[in-house]
Structures are given as structure tokens and as C-alpha cells.
């Protein structure tokens, strides 16, 4: 008999819980902390969702997601048209809010941080063309290629070849050939070797050249 009680008792709570207006107690805002954002603030996409952003500079979790603001609290979750409020208790979620990564705050923490401004005039844009996901394929790419770099090993950089000098070789000088030339005159003339004449034609100062018998002085 007390396992009937009972049964009935769980039975009538569920049915009663499944008939109860969207802001009864159990999904009240009356304990919902208070969160005032004086600035417009920053937003982040989570990775892995399309597209689900969150403000990464409040401890609280607050998402965008299709043009409204998300806040879990309690078991239940609560949706507004501005990051302020008012917030309103809702029993639909979208699926990609309620399935987020569960360390979404870690891995959002180094992602691109835009104004809710911009935010608020792309989204679907954004959502359509797939920006982020291209977004974090260049961001990839870009690694890899500096790691790529780095493990590269760098080679000594080549002299520039304008400023090399080419070596001159000087030949050393020839040597003199005095061979058909005689010994200098008294005054530092040179005479010729057969006639003792200076090289002008005129005869050397003491030439004692003999002339032969019966000729005269010219």
C-alpha cells in the first residue's frame, strides 16, 4: 500500500511540473544573479559550434546564438534580446546551445575577439559564408607554416658579389738590357762601343782615336 502512495505521489508531481507556466519557481528569475554590462562588450565564437559566441570577460555564461542571449542557471536556461535583459525563463533552447563543448571557455579563451557591434551586423552573413571556420583554416595554416620555418635549417647567407674585389696581380718588372750600350763618358755620356762617339754623333771629351796617315782634318 505504501509503495502505491508513492507511486501515485511521483506520478502526480511529474504532471503537475509538466503543466506549470514557463515562470513558475522552478525556472524563476528571482535568484538569477545580476550581471550589468556598462559597454558594449566583446564576444568570442566557440569552436566546434555554428556559430555560438560567449563573452569571455565575465564569469558568468552568457551566449549569443541567431539573435538572442542565452544564460543557463539552475537547470533551467533564460533568453533575452540584449546582453542586459530583461531575462525570460524558456523551456525550448537551440540545440547548439545546449550542446556545447564542455571546456568551451578554454578553448574560445585565444580566439578573435570582435565587438558586439560588428557581431550584431554580420552574424548571419558570417553564418552563411562559413567565415570562421576559412578564419581558423588560415589561422592553421599559418602555424604550421611557421613551425615549418623554424624546424628549416637557415643557410649562411652568400656574399654579395658587388662588393668582392678582385684580386690585382702585379708582374714584376723586366729587367734592363744594357748589353749593346758603353760605359758613360767623363761628363755622363754615353758613348758608342765602335766609333767612341757620343750617342749625339759628336766625339766624346778625351777621345784618343787614331786616324790613319795622310788624312787631314775635314
Known amino acids: 500500500m505504501k509503495k502505491i502512495f508513492l ?12 503543466f506549470l507556466p514557463a515562470g513558475s519557481a522552478a525556472f524563476s528569475t528571482e535568484h538569477l544573479p545580476t550581471v550589468i554590462i556598462t559597454r558594449t562588450p566583446k564576444v568570442v565564437v566557440i ?65 578573435e575577439r570582435i565587438s558586439y557591434r560588428e ?8 553564418e552563411k559564408s562559413g567565415y570562421w571556420e576559412e578564419s581558423a583554416k588560415k589561422a592553421r595554416e599559418k602555424k604550421k607554416a611557421s613551425k615549418k620555418a623554424a624546424r628549416k635549417p637557415t643557410k649562411p647567407k652568400p656574399a654579395d658579389k658587388k662588393t668582392e674585389e678582385p684580386v690585382k696581380v702585379v708582374p714584376p718588372a723586366a729587367p734592363v ?42
Open 7 to 18: 507511486l501515485l505521489f511521483f506520478l502526480s508531481t511529474v504532471s503537475l511540473n509538466a
Open 47 to 111: 569552436p566546434g559550434t555554428r556559430y555560438v559566441y560567449f563573452l569571455p570577460d565575465y564569469d558568468e555564461d552568457i551566449l549569443f546564438y541567431h539573435g538572442f542571449w542565452y544564460r543557463p542557471y539552475s537547470g533551467g536556461w533564460f533568453r533575452s534580446k540584449g546582453y542586459n535583459g530583461p531575462w525570460k525563463p524558456v523551456r525550448k533552447v537551440p540545440g547548439q546551445v545546449l550542446n556545447l563543448p564542455p571546456d568551451f571557455r578554454g578553448d574560445a579563451q585565444a580566439g
Open 119 to 126: 557581431l550584431k551586423k554580420h552574424w548571419r552573413q558570417w
Open 177 to 218: 738590357d744594357t748589353s749593346d750600350k758603353a760605359p758613360a763618358g767623363p761628363q755622363g755620356q754615353e758613348t758608342d762601343k765602335g766609333t767612341g762617339e757620343g750617342i749625339d754623333g759628336k766625339a766624346a771629351p778625351g777621345d784618343t782615336t787614331v786616324k790613319e796617315p795622310g788624312e787631314g782634318p775635314k
